[in-house]
Protein backbone atom coordinates (compact mmCIF):
# COMPACT_ATOMS: atom_id res chain seq x y z
CA UNK A 1 0.00 0.00 0.00
CA UNK A 2 1.36 3.53 -1.17
CA UNK A 3 2.51 5.60 1.95
CA UNK A 4 0.30 8.31 1.49
CA UNK A 5 -2.78 6.62 1.15
CA UNK A 6 -1.74 4.60 4.76
CA UNK A 7 -0.62 7.92 5.92
CA UNK A 8 -4.39 9.51 5.29
CA UNK A 9 -6.43 6.45 6.31
CA UNK A 10 -4.96 6.15 9.60
CA UNK A 11 -4.96 10.48 10.09
CA UNK A 12 -8.89 9.82 9.26
CA UNK A 13 -9.08 7.00 11.46
CA UNK A 14 -7.26 8.97 14.19
CA UNK A 15 -9.63 12.22 14.13
CA UNK A 16 -12.58 9.68 14.33
CA UNK A 17 -11.42 8.05 16.57
CA UNK A 18 -9.78 11.31 18.95
CA UNK A 19 -13.14 12.78 18.36
CA UNK A 20 -15.47 10.12 19.49
CA UNK A 21 -13.03 9.36 22.85
CA UNK A 22 -13.93 12.42 23.70
CA UNK A 23 -17.88 11.91 23.61
CA UNK A 24 -17.44 7.94 24.96
CA UNK A 25 -21.64 7.52 24.08
CA UNK A 26 -23.64 5.31 26.41
CA UNK A 27 -25.47 1.93 25.35
CA UNK A 28 -28.49 4.50 25.98
CA UNK A 29 -27.22 7.73 24.47
CA UNK A 30 -26.00 5.43 21.43
CA UNK A 31 -29.89 3.85 20.88
CA UNK A 32 -30.92 7.69 21.26
CA UNK A 33 -28.57 8.38 18.46
CA UNK A 34 -29.45 5.06 16.25
CA UNK A 35 -33.35 6.21 16.46
CA UNK A 36 -32.27 9.71 15.23
CA UNK A 37 -30.67 8.18 12.37
CA UNK A 38 -33.96 6.89 11.63
CA UNK A 39 -35.76 9.66 11.69
CA UNK A 40 -33.70 12.27 10.19
CA UNK A 41 -33.47 9.85 7.16
CA UNK A 42 -36.91 10.10 6.87
CA UNK A 43 -37.16 14.07 6.88
CA UNK A 44 -34.19 13.98 4.44
CA UNK A 45 -35.82 11.95 1.35
CA UNK A 46 -39.16 12.97 2.38
CA UNK A 47 -37.70 17.05 1.63
CA UNK A 48 -36.13 15.73 -2.13
CA UNK A 49 -39.71 14.35 -2.65
CA UNK A 50 -41.30 17.54 -1.41
CA UNK A 51 -39.56 19.28 -3.78
CA UNK A 52 -39.84 17.46 -6.71
CA UNK A 53 -43.24 17.20 -6.88
CA UNK A 54 -43.90 20.74 -6.21
CA UNK A 55 -41.65 21.20 -8.84
CA UNK A 56 -43.41 18.74 -10.96
CA UNK A 57 -46.66 20.33 -9.90
CA UNK A 58 -46.26 23.71 -10.52
CA UNK A 59 -43.71 23.24 -13.99
CA UNK A 60 -44.63 20.08 -15.35
CA UNK A 61 -42.58 17.46 -16.46
CA UNK A 62 -41.72 15.42 -13.50
CA UNK A 63 -38.77 13.61 -15.01
CA UNK A 64 -36.54 16.80 -15.39
CA UNK A 65 -38.11 18.03 -12.21
CA UNK A 66 -37.00 14.61 -10.13
CA UNK A 67 -33.98 14.66 -12.15
CA UNK A 68 -32.72 18.17 -10.98
CA UNK A 69 -34.07 17.43 -7.94
CA UNK A 70 -32.53 14.47 -6.92
CA UNK A 71 -29.06 15.18 -8.61
CA UNK A 72 -28.78 18.42 -6.86
CA UNK A 73 -29.13 17.17 -3.61
CA UNK A 74 -26.63 14.05 -3.83
CA UNK A 75 -24.28 17.16 -5.42
CA UNK A 76 -25.60 19.20 -1.91
CA UNK A 77 -24.84 16.53 0.13
CA UNK A 78 -21.70 15.48 -0.89
CA UNK A 79 -20.62 19.34 -0.41
CA UNK A 80 -21.89 18.74 3.15
CA UNK A 81 -19.59 15.60 3.80
CA UNK A 82 -16.59 17.19 2.89
CA UNK A 83 -17.67 20.24 5.07
CA UNK A 84 -17.61 17.54 7.79
CA UNK A 85 -14.13 17.23 7.74
CA UNK A 86 -13.23 20.45 9.29
CA UNK A 87 -15.19 19.90 12.26
CA UNK A 88 -12.98 18.29 14.59
CA UNK A 89 -14.57 18.87 17.63
CA UNK A 90 -17.80 19.58 19.40
CA UNK A 91 -19.58 17.04 17.15
CA UNK A 92 -23.17 17.09 19.59
CA UNK A 93 -23.12 20.43 19.46
CA UNK A 94 -22.67 20.99 15.59
CA UNK A 95 -24.92 18.02 15.09
CA UNK A 96 -27.82 20.23 16.96
CA UNK A 97 -27.44 23.20 14.51
CA UNK A 98 -27.39 21.38 11.64
CA UNK A 99 -30.33 19.33 12.68
CA UNK A 100 -31.92 23.26 13.69
CA UNK A 101 -31.12 24.20 9.86
CA UNK A 102 -32.29 21.02 8.25
CA UNK A 103 -35.76 21.89 10.58
CA UNK A 104 -36.63 25.90 9.39
CA UNK A 105 -35.03 25.52 5.72
CA UNK A 106 -36.86 21.83 5.15
CA UNK A 107 -39.82 22.66 7.08
CA UNK A 108 -40.50 26.25 5.50
CA UNK A 109 -39.40 25.02 1.59
CA UNK A 110 -42.70 23.88 0.25
CA UNK A 111 -44.55 27.30 1.80
CA UNK A 112 -41.17 29.23 0.36
CA UNK A 113 -41.62 27.61 -3.35
CA UNK A 114 -44.90 28.31 -3.60
CA UNK A 115 -45.05 31.90 -2.57
CA UNK A 116 -42.53 32.38 -5.32
CA UNK A 117 -43.96 30.65 -7.99
CA UNK A 118 -47.33 32.76 -7.01
CA UNK A 119 -45.69 36.18 -7.00
CA UNK A 120 -42.97 35.83 -9.78
CA UNK A 121 -42.06 32.10 -11.86
CA UNK A 122 -38.39 34.17 -12.58
CA UNK A 123 -37.03 32.93 -9.67
CA UNK A 124 -38.51 29.95 -9.23
CA UNK A 125 -35.48 27.81 -10.10
CA UNK A 126 -32.70 29.98 -8.08
CA UNK A 127 -34.63 30.03 -5.36
CA UNK A 128 -35.30 26.06 -5.55
CA UNK A 129 -31.43 25.64 -5.81
CA UNK A 130 -30.71 27.46 -2.80
CA UNK A 131 -32.95 25.52 -0.54
CA UNK A 132 -31.63 22.47 -2.31
CA UNK A 133 -28.24 23.28 -1.49
CA UNK A 134 -28.85 24.55 1.70
CA UNK A 135 -30.95 21.35 3.12
CA UNK A 136 -28.43 18.86 1.03
CA UNK A 137 -25.53 20.47 2.62
CA UNK A 138 -26.59 19.84 6.08
CA UNK A 139 -27.96 16.13 5.44
CA UNK A 140 -24.69 15.15 4.03
CA UNK A 141 -23.20 16.73 7.37
CA UNK A 142 -25.69 14.18 9.76
CA UNK A 143 -24.11 11.34 9.00
CA UNK A 144 -20.50 11.94 9.24
CA UNK A 145 -21.23 13.58 12.36
CA UNK A 146 -23.12 10.62 14.13
CA UNK A 147 -20.99 7.82 13.40
CA UNK A 148 -18.51 9.96 14.71
CA UNK A 149 -20.61 10.40 17.72
CA UNK A 150 -21.74 6.93 17.67
CA UNK A 151 -18.26 5.24 17.11
CA UNK A 152 -15.60 4.36 19.56
CA UNK A 153 -11.29 3.48 18.74
CA UNK A 154 -12.21 -0.16 18.55
CA UNK A 155 -15.73 -0.24 16.93
CA UNK A 156 -15.50 2.50 13.70
CA UNK A 157 -16.55 -0.27 11.40
CA UNK A 158 -19.54 -1.49 13.37
CA UNK A 159 -20.88 1.81 14.36
CA UNK A 160 -20.93 2.63 10.26
CA UNK A 161 -22.98 -0.24 9.49
CA UNK A 162 -25.70 0.87 11.85
CA UNK A 163 -25.46 4.67 10.91
CA UNK A 164 -25.98 3.42 7.33
CA UNK A 165 -28.31 0.72 8.14
CA UNK A 166 -30.77 3.11 10.02
CA UNK A 167 -30.32 5.92 7.62
CA UNK A 168 -31.25 3.38 4.60
CA UNK A 169 -34.47 2.02 6.71
CA UNK A 170 -35.22 5.37 7.51
CA UNK A 171 -35.05 5.93 3.32
CA UNK A 172 -37.47 2.77 2.73
CA UNK A 173 -39.96 4.24 5.50
CA UNK A 174 -40.30 7.64 3.59
CA UNK A 175 -40.41 6.10 -0.29
CA UNK A 176 -43.27 3.99 1.07
CA UNK A 177 -44.92 6.95 3.61
CA UNK A 178 -44.97 9.53 1.21
CA UNK A 179 -47.38 8.70 -1.77
CA UNK A 180 -49.46 6.34 0.78
CA UNK A 181 -49.92 8.75 3.45
CA UNK A 182 -48.33 12.08 3.85
CA UNK A 183 -49.00 13.53 0.01
CA UNK A 184 -53.10 12.12 0.04
CA UNK A 185 -53.57 12.83 3.67
CA UNK A 186 -51.27 16.05 4.57
CA UNK A 187 -50.53 17.19 1.00
CA UNK A 188 -46.61 18.99 0.45
CA UNK A 189 -46.89 21.93 2.35
CA UNK A 190 -48.02 20.24 5.55
CA UNK A 191 -45.52 17.57 5.40
CA UNK A 192 -42.98 19.37 4.87
CA UNK A 193 -43.77 21.65 8.34
CA UNK A 194 -43.91 18.02 9.97
CA UNK A 195 -40.84 16.79 8.74
CA UNK A 196 -39.06 20.06 10.07
CA UNK A 197 -40.88 19.77 13.47
CA UNK A 198 -39.20 16.15 13.39
CA UNK A 199 -35.79 17.67 12.93
CA UNK A 200 -36.49 19.96 15.39
CA UNK A 201 -37.39 17.41 17.81
CA UNK A 202 -34.28 15.45 17.10
CA UNK A 203 -32.21 18.06 17.91
CA UNK A 204 -33.92 19.09 20.82
CA UNK A 205 -33.82 15.23 21.99
CA UNK A 206 -29.92 14.75 21.48
CA UNK A 207 -29.39 18.16 23.45
CA UNK A 208 -31.44 16.81 26.35
CA UNK A 209 -29.64 13.58 25.72
CA UNK A 210 -25.97 15.13 25.70
CA UNK A 211 -26.74 18.46 28.17
CA UNK A 212 -24.23 17.66 30.64
CA UNK A 213 -21.51 16.88 27.93
CA UNK A 214 -22.04 20.72 27.10
CA UNK A 215 -21.01 23.87 28.61
CA UNK A 216 -24.10 25.05 30.40
CA UNK A 217 -24.56 28.44 28.57
CA UNK A 218 -24.37 27.17 25.58
CA UNK A 219 -26.92 24.16 26.36
CA UNK A 220 -29.37 27.50 27.42
CA UNK A 221 -28.95 29.12 24.38
CA UNK A 222 -29.49 25.85 22.08
CA UNK A 223 -32.47 25.21 24.30
CA UNK A 224 -33.60 28.18 23.46
CA UNK A 225 -33.23 28.33 19.62
CA UNK A 226 -34.51 24.82 19.58
CA UNK A 227 -37.74 25.75 21.96
CA UNK A 228 -38.44 28.72 19.36
CA UNK A 229 -38.19 27.15 16.23
CA UNK A 230 -40.13 24.29 17.17
CA UNK A 231 -42.96 26.62 18.51
CA UNK A 232 -42.49 27.82 15.10
CA UNK A 233 -42.65 25.07 12.87
CA UNK A 234 -45.78 23.74 15.27
CA UNK A 235 -47.49 27.14 14.49
CA UNK A 236 -46.41 26.28 10.63
CA UNK A 237 -47.63 23.03 10.57
CA UNK A 238 -51.65 24.06 12.56
CA UNK A 239 -51.31 27.01 10.05
CA UNK A 240 -50.20 25.47 6.76
CA UNK A 241 -53.40 24.82 5.33
CA UNK A 242 -54.68 28.24 5.05
CA UNK A 243 -51.06 29.16 4.14
CA UNK A 244 -51.03 26.40 1.07
CA UNK A 245 -54.23 27.92 0.02
CA UNK A 246 -53.47 31.59 -0.06
CA UNK A 247 -50.71 30.65 -2.43
CA UNK A 248 -52.66 28.23 -4.32
CA UNK A 249 -55.33 30.43 -4.99
CA UNK A 250 -53.21 32.87 -6.74
CA UNK A 251 -52.40 30.80 -9.38
CA UNK A 252 -56.38 30.25 -10.73
CA UNK A 253 -58.18 32.84 -11.88
CA UNK A 254 -61.78 31.81 -10.35
CA UNK A 255 -62.10 31.30 -7.06
CA UNK A 256 -61.31 27.87 -5.83
CA UNK A 257 -64.49 26.07 -4.00
CA UNK A 258 -63.35 22.52 -3.93
CA UNK A 259 -59.09 21.31 -3.25
CA UNK A 260 -58.31 18.00 -2.45
CA UNK A 261 -54.67 16.11 -2.74
CA UNK A 262 -55.66 12.35 -4.00
CA UNK A 263 -53.02 9.63 -3.82
CA UNK A 264 -52.47 10.53 -7.54
CA UNK A 265 -53.41 14.12 -8.18
CA UNK A 266 -54.09 17.43 -6.82
CA UNK A 267 -57.89 17.61 -7.28
CA UNK A 268 -59.19 21.61 -7.98
CA UNK A 269 -62.16 22.95 -8.85
CA UNK A 270 -62.75 26.50 -9.21
CA UNK A 271 -66.30 28.68 -9.43
CA UNK A 272 -67.05 32.04 -11.34
CA UNK A 273 -70.20 32.69 -12.17
CA UNK A 274 -71.60 29.49 -13.91
CA UNK A 275 -68.64 28.48 -15.03
CA UNK A 276 -66.91 25.84 -13.45
CA UNK A 277 -63.76 23.85 -14.45
CA UNK A 278 -62.00 21.37 -12.98
CA UNK A 279 -58.06 21.37 -12.75
CA UNK A 280 -56.09 17.70 -12.44
CA UNK A 281 -52.27 19.11 -11.11
CA UNK A 282 -53.02 22.27 -12.26
CA UNK A 283 -53.82 21.27 -15.85
CA UNK A 284 -57.61 22.29 -16.54
CA UNK A 285 -59.57 19.27 -17.51
CA UNK A 286 -63.02 21.41 -18.39
CA UNK A 287 -64.81 24.56 -18.63
CA UNK A 288 -68.64 24.14 -18.22
CA UNK A 289 -69.40 27.11 -20.45
CA UNK A 290 -68.07 25.10 -23.32
CA UNK A 291 -67.17 20.96 -22.30
CA UNK A 292 -69.92 19.99 -24.39
CA UNK A 293 -68.06 21.32 -27.87
CA UNK A 294 -64.91 18.61 -26.53
CA UNK A 295 -66.82 15.82 -25.45
CA UNK A 296 -69.72 15.91 -28.30
CA UNK A 297 -66.89 15.98 -30.80
CA UNK A 298 -64.77 13.22 -28.49
CA UNK A 299 -67.88 10.42 -28.27
CA UNK A 300 -70.27 10.72 -31.40
CA UNK A 301 -68.36 10.35 -34.42
CA UNK A 302 -66.45 7.35 -33.41
CA UNK A 303 -69.77 5.81 -31.88
CA UNK A 304 -71.33 6.59 -36.24
CA UNK A 305 -67.90 4.62 -37.25
CA UNK A 306 -68.93 1.50 -35.01
CA UNK A 307 -71.29 -0.95 -36.54
CA UNK A 308 -73.41 -1.77 -32.96
CA UNK A 309 -73.35 -0.20 -29.31
CA UNK A 310 -73.93 -2.69 -27.34
CA UNK A 311 -70.49 -2.38 -25.04
CA UNK A 312 -68.44 0.78 -24.71
CA UNK A 313 -64.98 1.21 -22.90
CA UNK A 314 -64.49 4.73 -21.47
CA UNK A 315 -60.63 5.08 -20.27
CA UNK A 316 -60.22 7.99 -18.22
CA UNK A 317 -63.20 10.26 -18.14
CA UNK A 318 -63.89 10.21 -14.75
CA UNK A 319 -65.70 13.10 -14.35
CA UNK A 320 -68.91 11.65 -16.03
CA UNK A 321 -69.03 13.39 -19.19
CA UNK A 322 -68.48 10.89 -21.41
CA UNK A 323 -70.94 8.38 -19.83
CA UNK A 324 -73.29 11.22 -20.11
CA UNK A 325 -73.03 11.59 -24.18
CA UNK A 326 -73.19 7.50 -24.45
CA UNK A 327 -76.60 7.32 -22.27
CA UNK A 328 -77.62 9.47 -24.76
CA UNK A 329 -77.86 5.76 -27.28
CA UNK A 330 -80.54 3.15 -26.19
CA UNK A 331 -78.48 0.63 -27.95
CA UNK A 332 -75.71 0.94 -25.44
CA UNK A 333 -76.46 -1.78 -22.57
CA UNK A 334 -72.82 -1.31 -20.96
CA UNK A 335 -70.76 1.54 -20.13
CA UNK A 336 -67.47 0.46 -18.05
CA UNK A 337 -65.20 3.32 -16.93
CA UNK A 338 -61.43 3.39 -16.44
CA UNK A 339 -60.31 5.45 -14.05
CA UNK A 340 -56.97 5.60 -11.89
CA UNK A 341 -58.18 7.48 -9.42
CA UNK A 342 -61.26 7.07 -7.11
CA UNK A 343 -61.21 10.56 -5.61
CA UNK A 344 -62.03 11.67 -9.14
CA UNK A 345 -64.94 9.21 -9.70
CA UNK A 346 -66.27 9.56 -6.51
CA UNK A 347 -66.71 13.24 -6.65
CA UNK A 348 -68.31 12.98 -9.73
CA UNK A 349 -71.01 11.15 -8.37
CA UNK A 350 -71.31 13.12 -5.05
CA UNK A 351 -70.91 16.93 -5.73
CA UNK A 352 -73.72 18.82 -7.04
CA UNK A 353 -71.67 21.23 -9.10
CA UNK A 354 -70.79 18.17 -11.17
CA UNK A 355 -73.81 15.69 -10.99
CA UNK A 356 -75.61 18.89 -12.59
CA UNK A 357 -73.39 19.27 -15.19
CA UNK A 358 -73.33 14.83 -16.31
CA UNK A 359 -76.58 14.42 -15.16
CA UNK A 360 -75.83 11.74 -12.75
CA UNK A 361 -74.36 9.75 -15.74
CA UNK A 362 -72.07 7.47 -13.29
CA UNK A 363 -74.56 6.25 -11.07
CA UNK A 364 -76.68 4.99 -14.43
CA UNK A 365 -77.05 1.07 -13.79
CA UNK A 366 -75.48 0.81 -16.94
CA UNK A 367 -71.93 2.36 -16.10
CA UNK A 368 -69.53 -0.20 -14.22
CA UNK A 369 -66.52 2.05 -12.56
CA UNK A 370 -63.34 0.37 -12.41
CA UNK A 371 -60.31 2.75 -10.42
CA UNK A 372 -57.04 0.71 -11.99
CA UNK A 373 -54.78 1.83 -14.44
CA UNK A 374 -55.62 1.91 -17.99
CA UNK A 375 -52.83 0.14 -19.44
CA UNK A 376 -52.92 -2.81 -16.94
CA UNK A 377 -56.90 -3.05 -17.68
CA UNK A 378 -56.24 -3.30 -21.46
CA UNK A 379 -53.72 -5.53 -20.81
CA UNK A 380 -55.69 -7.93 -18.38
CA UNK A 381 -59.12 -7.50 -19.21
CA UNK A 382 -60.43 -10.20 -21.57
CA UNK A 383 -63.65 -8.66 -22.24
CA UNK A 384 -64.58 -6.93 -25.77
CA UNK A 385 -66.04 -3.91 -26.58
CA UNK A 386 -68.08 -2.01 -29.86
CA UNK A 387 -66.32 1.25 -28.65
CA UNK A 388 -63.36 2.36 -26.77
CA UNK A 389 -62.88 6.11 -25.73
CA UNK A 390 -60.00 7.09 -24.46
CA UNK A 391 -60.01 10.66 -22.61
CA UNK A 392 -56.83 10.60 -20.70
CA UNK A 393 -54.90 13.86 -19.56
CA UNK A 394 -52.45 15.10 -22.34
CA UNK A 395 -49.21 13.12 -22.54
CA UNK A 396 -47.14 15.65 -20.75
CA UNK A 397 -44.94 13.13 -18.68
CA UNK A 398 -43.34 9.60 -19.62
CA UNK A 399 -45.58 7.72 -17.64
CA UNK A 400 -48.65 9.43 -19.28
CA UNK A 401 -46.92 8.85 -22.62
CA UNK A 402 -47.60 5.01 -21.80
CA UNK A 403 -51.25 5.16 -22.65
CA UNK A 404 -50.28 6.84 -26.07
CA UNK A 405 -47.30 4.54 -27.08
CA UNK A 406 -47.76 1.84 -30.30
CA UNK A 407 -47.73 -0.64 -27.76
CA UNK A 408 -50.82 0.53 -25.92
CA UNK A 409 -52.40 1.21 -29.20
CA UNK A 410 -51.82 -2.90 -30.27
CA UNK A 411 -52.97 -3.83 -27.08
CA UNK A 412 -56.26 -2.04 -28.15
CA UNK A 413 -56.89 -4.41 -30.47
CA UNK A 414 -57.57 -7.05 -27.89
CA UNK A 415 -59.97 -5.71 -26.62
CA UNK A 416 -62.24 -4.04 -29.78
CA UNK A 417 -64.48 -6.13 -32.04
CA UNK A 418 -63.15 -6.23 -35.22
CA UNK A 419 -66.16 -4.20 -36.48
CA UNK A 420 -65.30 -1.57 -34.05
CA UNK A 421 -63.61 1.69 -33.48
CA UNK A 422 -61.92 3.90 -31.11
CA UNK A 423 -61.40 7.21 -30.41
CA UNK A 424 -58.46 9.52 -28.41
CA UNK A 425 -58.19 13.17 -27.11
CA UNK A 426 -54.71 13.83 -29.09
CA UNK A 427 -54.05 17.43 -27.51
CA UNK A 428 -53.80 20.33 -29.83
CA UNK A 429 -52.63 20.53 -33.15
CA UNK A 430 -52.36 23.94 -33.10
CA UNK A 431 -49.93 24.60 -29.97
CA UNK A 432 -48.23 21.55 -30.20
CA UNK A 433 -48.86 20.05 -34.08
CA UNK A 434 -45.83 17.52 -33.76
CA UNK A 435 -46.97 15.50 -30.57
CA UNK A 436 -50.41 15.75 -32.02
CA UNK A 437 -49.00 14.18 -35.48
CA UNK A 438 -46.87 11.89 -33.28
CA UNK A 439 -50.12 10.49 -31.77
CA UNK A 440 -51.56 9.86 -35.11
CA UNK A 441 -48.43 8.22 -36.57
CA UNK A 442 -48.42 6.05 -33.52
CA UNK A 443 -51.73 4.71 -34.16
CA UNK A 444 -51.27 3.79 -37.79
CA UNK A 445 -48.03 2.27 -36.91
CA UNK A 446 -50.11 0.17 -34.99
CA UNK A 447 -52.19 -1.04 -37.82
CA UNK A 448 -55.28 0.84 -37.71
CA UNK A 449 -56.76 3.02 -40.53
CA UNK A 450 -56.87 6.97 -39.01
CA UNK A 451 -59.84 9.72 -38.91
CA UNK A 452 -57.78 13.21 -37.72
CA UNK A 453 -60.23 15.44 -36.30
CA UNK A 454 -59.96 19.43 -34.75
CA UNK A 455 -62.41 21.49 -33.31
CA UNK A 456 -62.35 25.04 -31.35
CA UNK A 457 -62.81 24.75 -27.70
CA UNK A 458 -62.66 28.65 -25.91
CA UNK A 459 -61.14 27.46 -22.93
CA UNK A 460 -58.76 25.04 -24.75
CA UNK A 461 -58.11 26.77 -27.99
CA UNK A 462 -58.00 24.60 -31.25
CA UNK A 463 -57.82 20.50 -30.19
CA UNK A 464 -57.84 17.36 -31.97
CA UNK A 465 -58.89 13.89 -31.66
CA UNK A 466 -57.93 10.82 -33.64
CA UNK A 467 -60.43 8.45 -34.59
CA UNK A 468 -59.29 4.99 -35.55
CA UNK A 469 -60.63 1.43 -36.60
CA UNK A 470 -58.39 -1.86 -37.28
CA UNK A 471 -59.75 -2.89 -40.71
CA UNK A 472 -61.20 0.19 -42.87
CA UNK A 473 -61.40 4.06 -42.84
CA UNK A 474 -63.82 5.52 -40.13
CA UNK A 475 -66.58 6.51 -42.07
CA UNK A 476 -68.46 8.90 -39.23
CA UNK A 477 -71.48 10.94 -39.20
CA UNK A 478 -73.88 13.26 -36.99
CA UNK A 479 -77.01 11.09 -34.82
CA UNK A 480 -80.17 12.39 -36.06
CA UNK A 481 -82.31 11.37 -33.00
CA UNK A 482 -79.99 12.48 -30.58
CA UNK A 483 -80.23 16.09 -29.14
CA UNK A 484 -76.53 17.97 -29.58
CA UNK A 485 -75.59 21.65 -28.25
CA UNK A 486 -72.87 22.13 -30.81
CA UNK A 487 -72.00 18.87 -33.41
CA UNK A 488 -73.73 19.39 -36.57
CA UNK A 489 -73.11 17.57 -40.11
CA UNK A 490 -71.27 21.07 -41.17
CA UNK A 491 -68.75 21.11 -38.38
CA UNK A 492 -68.03 17.48 -38.85
CA UNK A 493 -66.76 18.15 -42.02
CA UNK A 494 -64.90 21.27 -41.03
CA UNK A 495 -63.52 19.36 -38.39
CA UNK A 496 -62.01 17.02 -40.98
CA UNK A 497 -59.87 19.81 -43.11
CA UNK A 498 -56.48 20.59 -41.09
CA UNK A 499 -55.41 24.44 -42.29
CA UNK A 500 -51.91 24.42 -43.57
CA UNK A 501 -50.18 25.62 -40.25
CA UNK A 502 -52.28 22.56 -38.37
CA UNK A 503 -51.61 20.08 -41.42
CA UNK A 504 -49.61 17.01 -41.32
CA UNK A 505 -45.91 17.13 -40.34
CA UNK A 506 -42.97 14.73 -39.59
CA UNK A 507 -43.32 13.50 -36.35
CA UNK A 508 -42.07 9.70 -34.88
CA UNK A 509 -43.66 6.88 -33.33
CA UNK A 510 -43.97 7.43 -29.43
CA UNK A 511 -43.16 3.77 -28.00
CA UNK A 512 -42.87 2.43 -24.51
CA UNK A 513 -39.03 2.75 -24.53
CA UNK A 514 -38.58 6.19 -26.72
CA UNK A 515 -41.72 8.25 -25.26
CA UNK A 516 -41.34 11.39 -28.22
CA UNK A 517 -44.83 12.34 -27.31
CA UNK A 518 -44.01 13.80 -24.46
CA UNK A 519 -40.99 15.72 -25.65
CA UNK A 520 -43.12 16.88 -28.39
CA UNK A 521 -45.66 18.02 -25.77
CA UNK A 522 -43.45 19.85 -23.57
CA UNK A 523 -40.99 21.30 -26.36
CA UNK A 524 -44.62 22.59 -28.09
CA UNK A 525 -45.76 24.08 -24.81
CA UNK A 526 -42.80 26.23 -24.16
CA UNK A 527 -43.06 28.13 -27.27
CA UNK A 528 -46.38 29.49 -25.62
CA UNK A 529 -44.89 30.32 -22.30
Not at 238 to 255: A, G, R, V
Not at 283 to 312: G, I, W
Not at 398 to 414: N, P, T
Request: glycine share 6%.
Amino acid sequence: MPVQVQQGKEAFSESMYSAADRVQVSKRERATLLVSVLIIAICALTYELIVGTLSSYLLGDSITQFSLTIGLFLFAMGIGALLSRRINKNEVRWFILVEVFIGVFGGFSAAILYAVFATTTVYYYTVMIGLIVVIGACIGLEIPLLTRIVATRNDLSKALADVLSFDYLGSLVAALAFPLLLLPVLGVTQTAFLMGLFNLIVAGTILYTFRNRLPRRATNGMFGLVGFFTLTMTAGLIFSNPIFDFFEQQLYEQHIIYREQSRYQRIIITRHQDDVRLFLDGNLQFSSRDEYRYHELLAHPVMSAARSHEAVLVLGGGDGFVPRELLKYEDVERIVVVDLDPAMTDLARENPLLTDINGDALDDPRVEIINQDAFRYVQESSDLFNVIIIDLPDPNNESISKLYSEQFYRFLHDRLTPDGAFVTQATSPYFVRQAFWSIAHTIEAADYEILPLHTYVPSFGEWGFVIAAPSIPPQVSVPEDIELRYLTPEVLTAAQVFDPDIADIDADVSTLDDPVVSRYYIQGWRRWD
